[in-house]
């Protein structure tokens, strides 16, 4: 008599979507769940400073949104550092790095140019200051401003670190980082690397080693991106709602739509011009796209973008690991052309001031010339308020912008990554370096991953 062991099934494996549908679904579950925060109104006002207090949804949607936010400020510091110099030790494995570098350089400033060019369109068509409801009452200065001097002199690192002390109104003491400052002293110690020769392989080594480390952290912090949408996006509808975009609409149409046409319009045009499927760009640069809407952090979404500019777009790493890392804190035709544009215009407007063709000029130089006072980092205040001191605008103006920030900073944020993207890519083509095979190929609708150990493999996510 024979006897059968039975094989045993196997279990299936919950599968999650992929990375991109997971922010898709926190998009919409921080929409609604926004909205029945602000349903239940405040739980009462402060008696001493007469402001509303958030009830406990609002305040949860905060806290989850300001956690991802504060991790993703904390990698900042040593991601920065350690991207650029070993982006800029990279470059003697590049022939012709030189020519690439100026290449990389012109298309920043092309593209900037043109974006900045729509958004005095819009600003001129659109009239949004004309049209705006909101009460001059709204109008204040801001705490944090910008201008010629304070960018020059910021470039002047204070420590190795680029660490600043401050006393908080409590008597606490904190830290803050200036990230300039760290790309002044990282493009130092990059170039001293490049001098220096083989007699620096030891330390190169380690940067390396210290960067593989950092991303392995920042992507722990990226998996929190979909559950972070739900608080982030939760947050600014519970708090403005739409009214604040009522107020200023024809202000918000004129953004957006300005960040649709060069998303959407110039991107793709210079892309098939240069014999590219823009189909093929899109899918592959997706997930940096959608981690940018979300974190609203150019930079924090570096190692996301230098991924899939890699291993999506066929944008050789040596080449890829300069110029995305350089793109990060100085590409940004969202945050740096586009919006500063336009909310010159609206300015102007507003306070019945009239702009000569030397101030378009000026908001076109600034735009191109001033883009790295960013510096990549959430919001683009310090970038708006250089734009308007140039022109001599009164800084009031920016108080009436502050409360729907946020949601414009979203689309202005993946316009900057898609431009940081673009860039390299278009590049790589016109300098024949770009491999078709990885641009043209199938996308398995991956979540950006670091790169695998020998132990480790990456698996689709959908």
């Given amino acids: 008599?024979?006897?059968?062991?039975?094989?045993?099934?196997?279990?299936?494996?919950?599968?999650?979507?992929?990375?991109g549908v997971q922010v898709l679904i926190g998009l919409v579950l921080g929409v609604l769940v926004g909205l029945l925060a602000r349903s239940m109104g405040p739980d009462g006002i402060?008696?001493?400073?007469?402001?509303?207090d958030p009830n406990w949804l609002t305040e949860t949607l905060s806290t989850v949104g300001g956690i991802f936010v504060t991790l993703l400020r904390t990698i900042v510091p040593p991601l920065v550092f350690l991207a650029i110099v070993a982006s800029i030790a990279n470059l003697r494995d590049v022939t012709g790095a030189a020519r690439l570098a100026w290449k990389t350089l012109a298309w920043f400033a092309i593209t900037a140019?043109?974006?900045?060019?729509?958004?005095?369109?819009?600003?001129?068509?659109?009239?949004?200051?004309?049209?705006?409801?909101?009460?001059?009452?709204?109008?204040?200065?801001?705490?944090?401003?910008?201008?010629?001097?304070?960018?020059?002199?910021?470039?002047?690192?204070?420590?190795?670190?680029?660490?600043?002390?401050?006393?908080?109104?409590?008597?606490?003491?904190?830290?803050?980082?200036?990230?300039?400052?760290?790309?002044?002293?990282?493009?130092?110690?990059?170039?001293?690397?490049?001098?220096?020769?083989?007699?620096?392989?030891?330390?190169?080594?380690?940067?390396?080693?210290?960067?593989?480390?950092?991303?392995?952290?920042?992507?722990?912090?990226?998996?929190?991106?979909?559950?972070?949408?739900?608080?982030?996006?939760?947050?600014?509808?519970?708090?403005?709602?739409?009214?604040?975009?009522?107020?200023?609409?024809?202000?918000?149409?004129?953004?957006?739509?300005g960040l649709a046409i060069v998303l959407l319009g110039v991107y793709p045009v210079l892309l098939r011009l240069n014999g590219l499927s823009v189909k093929q760009f899109f899918s592959g640069a997706w997930p940096a796209l959608s981690l940018a809407f979300v974190s609203r952090s150019?930079?924090?979404?570096?190692?996301?973008?230098?991924?899939?500019?890699?291993?999506?777009?066929?944008?050789?790493r040596a080449y890829a690991s300069f110029a995305v890392p350089l793109g990060a804190t100085t590409k940004m035709d969202g945050c740096a052309s586009i919006y500063?544009?336009?909310?010159?215009?609206?300015?102007?407007?507003?306070?019945?001031?009239?702009?000569?063709i030397t101030d378009y000029v000026l908001i076109a130089f600034v735009s191109v010339i001033g883009s790295a006072a960013t510096a990549g980092v959430t919001g683009a205040t310090v970038m708006l308020t250089l734009t308007l001191s140039t022109l001599g605008l009164p800084l009031e103006g920016v108080g009436l912008l502050l409360a729907i920030d946020p949601i414009l900073d979203m689309g202005?944020?993946?316009?900057?990554?898609?431009?940081?993207?673009?860039?390299?890519?278009?590049?790589?083509?016109?300098?024949?370096?770009?491999?078709?095979?990885?641009?043209?190929?199938?996308?398995?609708?991956?979540?950006?991953?670091?790169?695998?150990?020998?132990?480790?493999?990456?698996?689709?996510?959908?």
């Avoid at 402060?46 to 509303?52: E, L």
């Avoid at 010159?344 to 306070?351: E, G, P, S, T, Y």
Wanted: charged content about 10%; cysteine-free.
């Fill in 1 to 19: 008599m024979s006897s059968t062991s039975a094989t045993p099934t196997p279990r299936r494996r919950l599968r999650l979507p992929s990375f």
């Fill in 46 to 52: 402060d008696a001493a400073t007469g402001v509303a």
């Fill in 113 to 257: 140019l043109i974006a900045v060019g729509i958004g005095i369109t819009l600003g001129l068509v659109l009239q949004p200051g004309d049209h705006a409801s909101v009460s001059r009452d709204a109008a204040a200065a801001p705490s944090t401003t910008g201008s010629w001097l304070d960018f020059l002199t910021g470039l002047v690192p204070a420590n190795m670190l680029g660490l600043e002390g401050y006393a908080g109104d409590d008597g606490s003491v904190g830290m803050s980082f200036n990230v300039l400052q760290i790309l002044v002293v990282a493009i130092a110690v990059g170039i001293a690397t490049l001098q220096i020769g083989s007699a620096a392989d030891p330390f190169l080594t380690v940067v390396r080693s210290a960067l593989a480390v950092v991303q392995k952290v920042l992507w722990w912090v990226i998996l929190l991106a979909p559950v972070a949408t739900v608080g982030l996006l939760g947050k600014a509808v519970a708090s403005y709602g739409w009214d604040a975009l009522g107020s200023l609409a024809t202000f918000t149409v004129a953004i957006y739509l």
């Fill in 298 to 316: 150019s930079i924090g979404t570096m190692p996301v973008t230098q991924s899939v500019t890699e291993r999506s777009l066929g944008v050789p």
């Fill in 340 to 356: 500063p544009a336009v909310s010159a215009i609206f300015v102007a407007q507003f306070f019945g001031l009239d702009l000569s």
């Fill in 412 to 462: 202005r944020t993946a316009v900057n990554v898609a431009g940081q993207a673009l860039v390299p890519t278009l590049v790589a083509k016109r300098e024949g370096i770009l491999d078709l095979d990885t641009y043209n190929a199938r996308r398995t609708g991956a979540a950006w991953q670091p790169e695998p150990t020998t132990d480790e493999v990456l698996v689709p996510a959908s």
